[in-house]
């Protein structure tokens, strides 16, 4: 099957073609004219985007204004006026392309799940994704500080590569085009009507009509009456969500595709037909396209390197993740989800510092027994179990002569480092140190990761599609094993 779509729009025309589920792009941007200082002023309470003028971060290459994404006081049309572009002073639009709004949820690295998902649903139905608005951990500080628990996208994924792969336009520009109306809906999850009031105040347009009875009728397809869940497979995108609708909503999306319920799942898969030389499918070889080019953004990479260079001098390292907080992960709502899941909780509870300790030196053993040598290790944790990474880091460092780092020091590396950069320093900061921990994590001789955590699944699937060629992911293991 090959289509194609195309899009003129103020900033971006694209043109996709798909042909057997995988797609080649040809991308044309179109400036826009108003410099960041402009832009800034639309929304006086996020001014980041041009004050700090020593910070030299090119962190929003696409100039999206940050107030149609991080700014939630800003507000929709008045008394029910709806305002729509001019077209006329860029050109006519030569098709009337449909669009896919994914509406993330739960945890940020479980958003990029959701997001992956979505992405491959919109080119299944060759629908235009819009840039959705993302969620910060819901432990993040700086919620409360800057009083929104909202993010934009250009501090997750790297626009430009996603953009040259897809056609997809900004929230502002998919709000101008319907209207501020949606008029259709892909229910993932059971959506009552006080739900989807709390997803149109966050996307500042109307999903719920006038009737609130007859919002049903936006439904594309249906969650079963007693489905928490509408899973589907590949196979079953076109005939259950194709819809003349235009303006289309993606509800909550997260282990929807059966395929990408879980990144470990598809990694372990891939994996295994790797080292067998067997071929992978269509729809293998489309999804880690997706993830390809949805890495991280741009200045995170770079600052990364910079981090790996400084201070591991691009020599070998392990790198670990620890998820495991008493307040979050291993919490009583969480670990009753599954036999296998109580059971990584009940392993963690009981994992000491000379637990830790013995697999760290265990796995360097291993590899030195193949001929690498590490001298380097960086642990990856929340916040609340920094007390504890710093009793493992001791007896490393004492009765091993590694030289470890952690979240911690990353952290002061990044208020010491870019201290001029407000967006990143005073705004997003909690947010921003993970994502580059997870570029850090990626780039290590091996990884060790946390089991049941999207954080470590997103790093291993980030690790299997990398390019660097100096590390062998086979590899790779899990700091305990259950």
């Given at each position: 099957m090959t289509f194609r779509a195309t899009l003129r729009s103020p900033y971006l025309y694209k043109s996709l073609m798909c042909a057997t589920g995988i797609c080649l792009i040809a991308l044309h941007c179109y400036r826009d004219a108003r410099t960041s200082s402009q832009i800034s002023k639309?929304?006086?309470?996020?001014?980041?985007?041009?004050?700090?003028?020593?910070?030299?971060?090119?962190?929003?290459?696409l100039k999206i204004a940050i107030t149609e994404y991080e700014d939630h006081q800003v507000r929709g049309p008045k008394n029910g006026k709806v305002f729509v572009r001019n077209y006329k002073k860029y050109g006519t639009i030569p098709r009337r392309p449909k669009f896919l709004f994914p509406l993330l949820h739960f945890g940020p690295n479980n958003q990029l799940i959701g997001l992956r998902e979505s992405i491959f649903v919109a080119i299944r139905l060759n629908r235009t994704i819009v840039l959705p608005t993302f969620l910060k951990h819901r432990t993040d500080k700086q919620i409360k500080n800057n009083n929104?628990?909202?993010?934009?996208?250009?501090?997750?994924?790297?626009?430009?590569?996603?953009?040259?792969?897809?056609?997809c336009v900004t929230v502002g520009e998919f709000r101008d085009i319907c209207n501020y109306e949606i008029d259709?809906?892909?229910?993932?999850?059971?959506?009552?009507?006080?739900?989807?009031r709390n997803l149109e105040k966050r996307i500042r347009m109307r999903i719920v009509p006038k009737n609130p009875d007859a919002y049903r009728k936006k439904f594309i397809s249906s969650v079963g009456r007693h489905s928490r869940l509408h899973r589907f497979v590949s196979e079953e995108i076109v005939p259950r969500f194709k819809s003349q609708k235009r303006c289309v909503i993606y509800a909550l999306p997260y282990k929807g595709l059966r395929a990408s319920d879980r990144a470990m799942i598809l990694h372990d898969k891939v994996m295994t037909k790797l080292m067998a030389e067997n071929p992978l499918t269509d729809e293998e070889n489309t999804l880690l396209s997706i993830i390809d080019h949805t890495q991280a953004p741009r200045y995170v990479m770079s600052i990364a390197r910079e981090y790996?260079?400084?201070?591991?001098?691009?020599?070998?390292f392990i790198a670990v993740h620890w998820r495991y907080n008493?307040?979050?992960?291993?919490?009583?709502?969480?670990?009753?989800?599954?036999?296998?899941t109580a059971k990584v909780c009940s392993t963690a509870k009981k994992f000491t510092?000379?637990?830790?300790?013995?697999?760290?030196?265990?796995?360097?053993?291993?590899?030195?027994?193949?001929?690498?040598?590490?001298?380097?290790?960086?642990?990856?944790?929340?916040k609340t179990e920094r007390s504890f990474i710093s009793d493992v880091s001791k007896m490393l460092r004492d009765k091993q002569g590694l030289a470890v780092l952690s979240s911690l020091h990353l952290e002061k590396f990044l208020s010491s480092?870019?201290?001029?950069?407000d967006f990143l320093v005073k705004t997003h900061l909690q947010d921003i140190l993970s994502t580059i921990e997870m570029e850090v994590c990626r780039s290590a001789t091996m990884f060790l990761r946390s089991i049941r955590s999207s954080w470590s699944e997103n790093v291993a699937?980030?690790?299997?599609?990398?390019?660097?060629?100096?590390?062998?992911?086979?590899n790779d293991s899990t700091i305990f094993a259950v």
């Amino acid at each position: 099957m090959t289509f194609r779509a195309t899009l003129r729009s103020p900033y971006l025309y694209k043109s996709l073609m798909c042909a057997t589920g995988i797609c080649l792009i040809a991308l044309h941007c179109y400036r826009d004219a108003r410099t960041s200082s402009q832009i800034s002023k639309r929304g006086h309470r996020l001014r980041y985007e041009g004050t700090s003028a020593r910070c030299d971060i090119n962190w929003n290459p696409l100039k999206i204004a940050i107030t149609e994404y991080e700014d939630h006081q800003v507000r929709g049309p008045k008394n029910g006026k709806v305002f729509v572009r001019n077209y006329k002073k860029y050109g006519t639009i030569p098709r009337r392309p449909k669009f896919l709004f994914p509406l993330l949820h739960f945890g940020p690295n479980n958003q990029l799940i959701g997001l992956r998902e979505s992405i491959f649903v919109a080119i299944r139905l060759n629908r235009t994704i819009v840039l959705p608005t993302f969620l910060k951990h819901r432990t993040d500080k700086q919620i409360k500080n800057n009083n929104s628990p909202l993010i934009s996208p250009n501090h997750r994924i790297d626009l430009v590569k996603l953009c040259e792969f897809v056609s997809c336009v900004t929230v502002g520009e998919f709000r101008d085009i319907c209207n501020y109306e949606i008029d259709g809906i892909i229910p993932l999850r059971k959506l009552s009507v006080a739900r989807l009031r709390n997803l149109e105040k966050r996307i500042r347009m109307r999903i719920v009509p006038k009737n609130p009875d007859a919002y049903r009728k936006k439904f594309i397809s249906s969650v079963g009456r007693h489905s928490r869940l509408h899973r589907f497979v590949s196979e079953e995108i076109v005939p259950r969500f194709k819809s003349q609708k235009r303006c289309v909503i993606y509800a909550l999306p997260y282990k929807g595709l059966r395929a990408s319920d879980r990144a470990m799942i598809l990694h372990d898969k891939v994996m295994t037909k790797l080292m067998a030389e067997n071929p992978l499918t269509d729809e293998e070889n489309t999804l880690l396209s997706i993830i390809d080019h949805t890495q991280a953004p741009r200045y995170v990479m770079s600052i990364a390197r910079e981090y790996i260079r400084r201070y591991f001098e691009d020599e070998n390292f392990i790198a670990v993740h620890w998820r495991y907080n008493r307040k979050d992960f291993i919490s009583r709502h969480f670990c009753n989800k599954d036999p296998i899941t109580a059971k990584v909780c009940s392993t963690a509870k009981k994992f000491t510092a000379l637990d830790f300790v013995y697999r760290i030196v265990e796995k360097k053993s291993y590899l030195k027994v193949r001929g690498t040598d590490v001298r380097h290790v960086y642990i990856a944790s929340p916040k609340t179990e920094r007390s504890f990474i710093s009793d493992v880091s001791k007896m490393l460092r004492d009765k091993q002569g590694l030289a470890v780092l952690s979240s911690l020091h990353l952290e002061k590396f990044l208020s010491s480092n870019y201290k001029s950069c407000d967006f990143l320093v005073k705004t997003h900061l909690q947010d921003i140190l993970s994502t580059i921990e997870m570029e850090v994590c990626r780039s290590a001789t091996m990884f060790l990761r946390s089991i049941r955590s999207s954080w470590s699944e997103n790093v291993a699937i980030n690790r299997l599609i990398s390019r660097n060629e100096s590390w062998d992911r086979s590899n790779d293991s899990t700091i305990f094993a259950v």
